[in-house]
């Protein structure tokens, strides 16, 4: 539920604010190739991408979202995402929560938002359901 909180308290921000002739993410921006090869990698589950971008009261451009069947798949798929994100992108996440628990890990880019959890949890805070306004895709092999 922390998670749920942490992401009510801050806004998104603007990535091409300060910087001349940055570009908005889409859903082939680096970043997020990045972190759905990562979660494949590691055989995250049921991958879904969330296009928050038309929503004003959305707190990031883009969710992406998976399940993992145990705490230390979580936990593998969690790091690897970092560790693919900082070697390809350059970027650390703005702020991480859930590695105490790892029954949901977020992992938040600030326009990038990730959510790794088991699919029970995934099936009780229904994410998909909260943001339906949201385009959403599939990333599955």
Same mark, same amino acid.
Request: hydrophobic content about 35%; glycine content about 4%.
């Given at each position: ?8 308290? =801050?806004? @998104?921000?603007?990535?091409? /604010? ?8 889409? =859903?082939?921006? @680096?970043? #997020?190739?990045? #972190? ?20 004003? &009261? ?8 998976? &399940? ?6 979580? =936990? ?6 970092? +560790? ?6 350059? /970027?650390?996440?703005?702020?991480? /929560? ?5 029954? !949901? *890990?977020?992992?938040?880019? *600030?326009?990038?938002? *990730? ?13 998909? /359901?909260? !943001?339906? +306004? ?8």
């Amino acid at each position: 539920m922390e998670q749920l909180a942490l992401l009510t308290n =801050r806004r @998104k921000k603007d990535p091409t /604010e300060g910087r001349p002739g940055a570009k908005r993410l889409t =859903r082939n921006s @680096k970043i #997020i190739k990045t #972190i759905i090869a990562a979660i494949q990698e590691k055989k995250g589950q049921n991958i879904v991408s969330l296009d928050l971008r038309k929503i004003n &009261e959305a707190v990031a451009d883009f969710f992406i979202i998976c &399940e993992a069947g145990s705490q230390p798949q979580i =936990r593998a798929i969690a790091e690897h995402i970092r +560790d693919q994100v900082y070697e390809k992108c350059g /970027e650390k996440p703005y702020h991480h /929560e859930g590695y105490h628990n790892l029954q !949901w *890990v977020l992992i938040d880019y *600030v326009n990038v938002v *990730v959510h790794v959890m088991q699919p029970e949890n995934r099936k009780f805070y229904r994410l998909e /359901e909260m !943001w339906s +306004d949201a385009a959403g895709q599939e990333h599955n092999e």
